[in-house]
C-alpha cells in the first residue's frame, strides 16, 4: 500500500511538473508585439535630449529595439537554452533565428554602405565591433553565451547612434544614398526568395534548374541534375514556417524605419508607393495563426496549407522588392 502511494505522488507530481512547464513553454511562445519604429526612435531622441533626428538614426535605432526584443521578450533568448521547457521548445528559436538573420544582413550593411561615404573611406569603429558579435553561433551557450556578444554588439550600435547626434563627433555618419539602399534590399531579396522557396517545398515540387540561365558562359563546379524534386521536410515545416515569420517580423520594422530615413530618397524615385506595398505585404504574414498546429494540406486540398499561405505573401513582398531596387537603379 506505501509504494502504490509512493508511485500515486511521482505520477501526480510529474503531471503538475509537465503542466507547469507546458504552460511556461505556451507564454514563452507567443511573438513580441509590432512597435512603431519611427515613434519608439523619437522617444530615444527626447531621453538623449536631442532636437531632431539626423540621418539612420531611426534605421540605427530600429535595429537596437529589434535585437534588443530577442533578448527581452518572454523567456529572453531561448535558441541557446539547455533546460526544459525551452530546450524542447523549437517554433520560437526557429523565430528568433528567422530574426536575427535579417539583424545580421542590416548590421553587415549599416557598416559596409550606410556608414560609408565611399569605397575607399574608413569604416566606423563602433559598428566595425557591432557587427561580428551579432555573427557568434545563435545556439552557442558556454562563455561566450550568444546573447552575451549579442548585448555587446548592441552597446556598440548604441554607441554609434550616440555619435550620430554628436555634432562635433563625424567619425558616425550615416548616408541616405539610393545605392546604399539598394546594395542592402539586394540581400534582402535573397533572403526573402529562401524562405518562400522552402516554404513552397512543403508540398513537394518538381523543379527546372535555372542556376545557369540568362548567361551561356556561366559555369558550375559541380553538374546537377536538369530537373529536381525539392520537398521540405515533414518535421522542418514548422520550423521553416516560423523562421519566416521572423525574419518578415524584423524586416517590416527595418522597412518602415527607411521609410522614414530614406523618405526624400524614395521620393526623388518616385519609389515610395512601392516601399508601402512591401510593407503592406509583410504586414499580412504577421496575422495570428489560429490553429494549434502548421497545417500542410496539399496545394488544393481540403485542408489548409499555412506554409503555402506564407510564401505567397513573401513572394509577393519579394517581387515587390526587386520592382523598387529598379527603381533605385534608375537616375
Known amino acids: 500500500m506505501k509504494q502504490y502511494l509512493t508511485s500515486k505522488w511521482i505520477i501526480i507530481s510529474l503531471s503538475v511538473l509537465l503542466l507547469f512547464f507546458y504552460i511556461i513553454a505556451v507564454?514563452?511562445?507567443?511573438?513580441?508585439?509590432?512597435?512603431?519604429?519611427?515613434?519608439?526612435?523619437?522617444?530615444?531622441?527626447?531621453?538623449?535630449?536631442?532636437?531632431?533626428?539626423?540621418?539612420?538614426?531611426?534605421?540605427?535605432?530600429?535595429?537596437?529595439?529589434?535585437?534588443?526584443?530577442?533578448?527581452?521578450?518572454?523567456?529572453?533568448?531561448?535558441?541557446?537554452?539547455?533546460?526544459?521547457?525551452?530546450?524542447?521548445?523549437?517554433?520560437?528559436?526557429?523565430?528568433?533565428?528567422?530574426?536575427?538573420?535579417?539583424?545580421?544582413d542590416l548590421a553587415l550593411a549599416m557598416r559596409r554602405d550606410f556608414s560609408r561615404s565611399q569605397s575607399q573611406s574608413r569604416e566606423n569603429a563602433?559598428?566595425?565591433?557591432?557587427?561580428?558579435?551579432?555573427?557568434?553561433?545563435?545556439?552557442?551557450?558556454?562563455?561566450?553565451?550568444?546573447?552575451?556578444?549579442?548585448?555587446?554588439?548592441?552597446?556598440?550600435?548604441?554607441?554609434?547612434?550616440?555619435?550620430?547626434?554628436?555634432?562635433?563627433?563625424?567619425?558616425?555618419?550615416?548616408?541616405?544614398?539610393?545605392?546604399?539602399?539598394?546594395?542592402?534590399?539586394?540581400?534582402?531579396?535573397?533572403?526573402?526568395?529562401?524562405?518562400?522557396?522552402?516554404?513552397?517545398?512543403?508540398?513537394?515540387?518538381?523543379?527546372i534548374n535555372t542556376d545557369l540561365a540568362g548567361d551561356n558562359a556561366a559555369q558550375q563546379s559541380t553538374p546537377t541534375h536538369d530537373q529536381a524534386y525539392l520537398k521540405t521536410s515533414w518535421w522542418d515545416l514548422d520550423n521553416v514556417f516560423y523562421e519566416s515569420r521572423g525574419a518578415c517580423w524584423a524586416l517590416l520594422h527595418f522597412l518602415k524605419a527607411v521609410e522614414v530615413d530614406f523618405a526624400d530618397t524614395l521620393e526623388k524615385k518616385?519609389?515610395?508607393?512601392?516601399l508601402r506595398q512591401i510593407i503592406r505585404d509583410l504586414e499580412a504574414t504577421q496575422q495570428t495563426v489560429w490553429s494549434p498546429m502548421i497545417l500542410n494540406g496539399s496545394g488544393f486540398g481540403t485542408m489548409a496549407n499555412h506554409s503555402l499561405v506564407?510564401?505567397?505573401?513573401?513572394?509577393?513582398?519579394?517581387?515587390?522588392?526587386?520592382?523598387?531596387?529598379?527603381?533605385?537603379?534608375?537616375?
Open 27 to 104: 507564454y514563452w511562445s507567443i511573438e513580441p508585439d509590432q512597435f512603431d519604429p519611427k515613434q519608439a526612435a523619437y522617444q530615444q531622441l527626447n531621453e538623449a535630449n536631442a532636437t531632431k533626428p539626423v540621418a539612420g538614426f531611426v534605421l540605427t535605432s530600429t535595429l537596437i529595439q529589434v535585437s534588443q526584443t530577442l533578448l527581452d521578450k518572454p523567456g529572453g533568448y531561448l535558441s541557446n537554452d539547455v533546460m526544459p521547457p525551452s530546450v524542447l521548445m523549437d517554433n520560437m528559436p526557429s523565430w528568433e533565428f528567422g530574426a536575427l538573420e535579417m539583424v545580421r
Open 126 to 207: 563602433q559598428l566595425t565591433l557591432a557587427q561580428p558579435k551579432f555573427n557568434i553561433d545563435h545556439r552557442g551557450w558556454l562563455l561566450p553565451s550568444a546573447e552575451s556578444q549579442y548585448q555587446e554588439g548592441i552597446d556598440a550600435l548604441i554607441q554609434y547612434r550616440k555619435g550620430l547626434l554628436d555634432t562635433a563627433d563625424n567619425s558616425a555618419q550615416f548616408y541616405t544614398r539610393a545605392d546604399n539602399l539598394r546594395d542592402w534590399l539586394k540581400q534582402v531579396e535573397k533572403r526573402l526568395g529562401s524562405l518562400s522557396q522552402r516554404l513552397s517545398a512543403s508540398v513537394g515540387q518538381e523543379r
Open 270 to 274: 518616385n519609389a515610395l508607393i512601392s
Open 310 to 331: 506564407m510564401a505567397n505573401y513573401i513572394s509577393r513582398a519579394n517581387a515587390a522588392l526587386i520592382d523598387l531596387t529598379e527603381l533605385l537603379t534608375q537616375g
